[in-house]
T-cell receptor
């Protein structure tokens, strides 16, 4: 198993550009989430999904879109990047209701200039 | 709403010292799960421990130990005889029964110098 994979590892965007951060897991996990990590702020939840076709907003959803068309993939879209979205983004997956361990991807470091 | 507080922003110790990282949580739920994660300088998140709200037994794993006290809503983490490789940011996190996500504290950066 590759676990949770994220691409790209690093990305630099100009303000107003759009891009998609990719997240995939090969463990057949039901739950997937996106977090952002900013200095001194810990990790904050952006969006999450409890299954294919089901997504919901977390604590800081503004400026981000998600969809979950398959169990494996959970992409995060930035429609019009802003400097405030400069952050490290982590994708996580969790098997399902009865198992509470979250498996994290290696992260994507995004800089918006 | 739930909350996790890690009041210590940064701790510096010298190798071989013992160090305790504090974690205080808030929730009205009776069933919940507490976690500690380590984030070394390389940036990945490493799972250390999970504890559920019905299990107040302390746990020891090598140089690591965890003290869970429901009476004070705390889940503290102690590293005995710290080593340089323990230098990292440590996060405490909370998950509620029926929820799919984690609420994180802001993290404590531990610097262990030789």
């Amino acid at each position: 198993n590759a676990g949770v994979t994220q691409t790209p590892k690093f990305q630099v965007l100009k303000t107003g550009q759009s891009m998609t951060l990719q997240c995939a897991q090969d463990m057949n996990h039901e739950y997937m989430s996106w977090y952002r990590q900013d200095p001194g702020m810990g990790l904050r939840l952006i969006h999450y999904s409890v299954g294919a076709g089901i997504t919901d907003q977390g604590e800081v959803p503004n400026g981000y879109n998600v969809s979950r068309s398959t169990t494996e993939d959970f992409p995060l879209r930035l429609l019009s990047a802003a400097p405030s979205q400069t952050s490290v983004y982590f994708c996580a997956s969790r098997p399902g209701r009865r198992v509470y361990e979250q498996y994290f991807g290696p992260g994507t470091r995004l800089t918006v200039t | 709403a739930q909350k996790v507080t890690q009041a210590q922003t940064e701790i510096s110790v010298v190798e071989k010292e013992d160090v305790t990282l504090d974690c205080v949580y808030e929730t009205r739920d009776t069933t919940y799960y507490l976690f500690w994660y380590k984030q070394p300088p390389s940036g990945e998140l490493v799972f250390l421990i999970r504890r559920n709200s019905f299990d107040e037994q302390n746990e020891i794993s090598g140089r690591y130990s965890w003290n869970f006290q429901k009476s004070t809503s705390s889940f503290n983490f102690t590293i005995t005889a710290s080593q340089v490789v323990d230098s990292a940011v440590y996060f405490c996190a909370l998950s509620l029964e029926g929820y799919s996500t984690l609420t994180f504290g802001k993290g404590t950066m531990l610097l262990v110098s030789p």
